[in-house]
T-cell receptor, first 117, second 112 residues
Framework: KAGVTQTPRYLIKTRGQQVTLSCSPI?????VSWYQQTPGQGLQFLFE???????NKGNFPGRFSGRQFSNSRSEMNVSTLELGDSALYLCASSPQPLGQANTGELFFGEGSRLTVL | GDSVTQMEGPVTLSEEAFLTINCTYTATGYPSLFWYVQYPGEGLQLLLKATKADDKGSNKGFEATYRKETTSFHLEKGSVQVSDSAVYFC???????????FGTGTSLTVIP
C-alpha cells in the first residue's frame, strides 16, 4: 500500500510569491491534515479536510488556504510569502476525521521543505 | 485550550543508557495520548499510544504510561541504541475535538 506522497519535496521561493503544495493520502483515507514544522515551534496545525470539507483551521493568517478533491488528494496554498513561512510542511492522512474515537494514528508524508528568500 | 509540553532537547546519550523524555498535557475530558518519532529526512510515524488512564503503550522497547493524576505521558527506554537517534513528539487528541496537538519535539542523539 503506497504511503502519503507530498510534492514537491523541496522548493525555493522569494518574498511575495505564492506556492502550492500537494498531498496524496493513503488509498481509502479521507482525512488529510496539514502541519507547519519549524525548529522553535514544533508542529503547528494548519487545517484538516475530510470529504472535501474543511473541518477545522489552526491559528494561521488567511494567506494559508487549502482544498481537497473528490479523490481525497489535497493542496495547500500560501500567498504573498514571507520569510517566516520557511518551514517543513507536513501532511497526514487517516481513515477517519481527527478526534473521532477510532482515530488512533496519523500517517505522515515526508514533507515539503519551503525556503523563502 | 489543549496543549502538550515536552522536555526541551537536545538530548545526547551513550548507547545502552536509560532514556526518559518528559511530556505533560492540558486537556479537558479524556484525551488519547501518542508518541511520534521522526527519523532524519522522514515524516513522523507513530511510536506508541494510550487511549485511557493507566494504559501503557509500548513498541520497539519504548514505553509510556498514561497518568491522569499527573497529566503526564513520559517516554522511557531502558537501553537506547544509535538507531534510536531521532526527534520525538508527544501528542494528544480528544474524541470531541478535531485536531491533534503536538509538543515541540525532543531531539535525541545516541553516540556509540
Amino acid at each position: 500500500k503506497a504511503g502519503v506522497t507530498q510534492t514537491p519535496r523541496y522548493l525555493i521561493k522569494t518574498r511575495g510569491q505564492q506556492v502550492t503544495l500537494s498531498c496524496s493520502p493513503i488509498s481509502g483515507h479521507r482525512s488529510v491534515s496539514w502541519y507547519q514544522q519549524t525548529p522553535g515551534q514544533g508542529l503547528q496545525f494548519l487545517f484538516e479536510y475530510f470529504s472535501e470539507t474543511q473541518r477545522n483551521k489552526g491559528n494561521f493568517p488567511g494567506r494559508f488556504s487549502g482544498r481537497q478533491f473528490s479523490n481525497s488528494r489535497s493542496e495547500m496554498n500560501v500567498s504573498t510569502l514571507e520569510l517566516g513561512d520557511s518551514a517543513l510542511y507536513l501532511c497526514a492522512s487517516s481513515p477517519q476525521p481527527l478526534g473521532q474515537a477510532n482515530t488512533g494514528e496519523l500517517f505522515f508524508g515526508e514533507g515539503s521543505r519551503l525556503t523563502v528568500l | 485550550g489543549d496543549s502538550v509540553t515536552q522536555m526541551e532537547g537536545p538530548v545526547t546519550l551513550s548507547e545502552e543508557a536509560f532514556l526518559t523524555i518528559n511530556c505533560t498535557y492540558t486537556a479537558t475530558g479524556y484525551p488519547s495520548l501518542f508518541w511520534y518519532v521522526q527519523y532524519p529526512g522522514e515524516g513522523l510515524q507513530l511510536l506508541l499510544k494510550a487511549t485511557k488512564a493507566d494504559d501503557k503503550g509500548s513498541n520497539k522497547g519504548f514505553e509510556a504510561t498514561y497518568r491522569k493524576e499527573t497529566t503526564s505521558f513520559h517516554l522511557e527506554k531502558g537501553s537506547v541504541q544509535v538507531s534510536d537517534s531521532a526527534v520525538y513528539f508527544c501528542a494528544l487528541s480528544r474524541n470531541t475535538g478535531n485536531q491533534f496537538y503536538f509538543g515541540t519535539g525532543t531531539s535525541l542523539t545516541v553516540i556509540p
